[in-house]
């Protein structure tokens, strides 16, 4: 995947000081970057049963719904508060500078669904950990965690023993 790394560009302090933001959109926008993630993404559910993709705001979006597609399932979208028109359940979360709340459609996950959570980036998890509580406060178990870019600086593994996350970029500092 070091192809792709090349197409990630590294934007030095933003959005502070001292932090190093590794911005996809320049992955996003090389045709053949974009589909070298999404197939490489893809390969990585096969064997998996999945149900359901679930996409986390925003740029989740992105992954989850052509990975949906590919492997016939269906797609739902995490967002944050206020975007979803019908019943839903909520969490929120601490993140490293404050809280975050996210939304999920409560019928979105039934009963004993299988769950691929995707997002673009996994860095601290506190994101993607709402989201696996959100899953399974729903009755759903999540088969699995993808990430096109994880930060393994971070040590966000450490909250998903006992999952499968799996990321196709991995940034160690």
Same mark, same amino acid.
């Given at each position: 995947?070091?192809?792709? +790394?090349?197409?990630? +560009? *590294?934007?030095?302090?933003?959005?502070?000081?001292?932090?190093?933001? /590794?911005?996809? =959109?320049?992955?996003?926008?090389?045709?053949?970057?974009? !589909?070298?993630?999404?197939?490489?993404? #893809?390969?990585?559910? $096969?064997?998996?049963?999945?149900? =359901?993709?679930?996409?986390?705001?925003? $740029?989740?979006?992105?992954?989850?719904?052509?990975?949906?597609?590919?492997?016939?399932?269906?797609? #739902?979208?995490? +967002?944050?508060?206020?975007?979803?028109?019908?019943?839903?359940?909520?969490?929120?979360?601490?993140?490293? /500078?404050?809280?975050?709340?996210?939304?999920? @459609?409560?019928?979105?996950?039934? *009963?004993? @669904?299988?769950?691929?959570?995707?997002?673009?980036?996994?860095? =601290?998890?506190? =994101?993607? $950990?709402?989201?696996?509580?959100?899953? *399974?406060?729903?009755?759903?178990?999540?088969?699995?965690? @993808?990430?096109?870019? !994880?930060?393994?600086?971070?040590?966000? $593994?450490?909250?998903? *023993?006992?999952?499968?996350?799996?990321?196709?970029?991995?940034?160690?500092?």
């Amino acid at each position: 995947m070091d192809n792709l +790394r090349k197409l990630i +560009r *590294e934007v030095p302090d933003f959005p502070k000081p001292g932090i190093n933001f /590794y911005d996809i =959109t320049t992955l996003l926008k090389d045709p053949e970057g974009l !589909e070298q993630t999404i197939d490489a993404m #893809v390969e990585q559910c $096969r064997g998996l049963d999945i149900d =359901t993709v679930i996409g986390i705001e925003s $740029r989740g979006f992105i992954f989850a719904t052509p990975i949906a597609y590919q492997i016939g399932a269906g797609f #739902v979208p995490v +967002r944050k508060p206020k975007k979803l028109p019908a019943e839903k359940v909520s969490i929120s979360y601490d993140l490293e /500078y404050g809280q975050d709340t996210l939304e999920v @459609h409560k019928d979105a996950v039934g *009963e004993g @669904h299988k769950v691929l959570i995707v997002d673009d980036l996994l860095a =601290t998890g506190g =994101t993607a $950990r709402a989201v696996v509580d959100l899953v *399974e406060q729903l009755g759903g178990k999540v088969v699995g965690l @993808h990430f096109a870019v !994880e930060l393994t600086f971070l040590n966000a $593994r450490a909250k998903f *023993e006992g999952y499968d996350v799996k990321s196709l970029v991995q940034y160690d500092k």
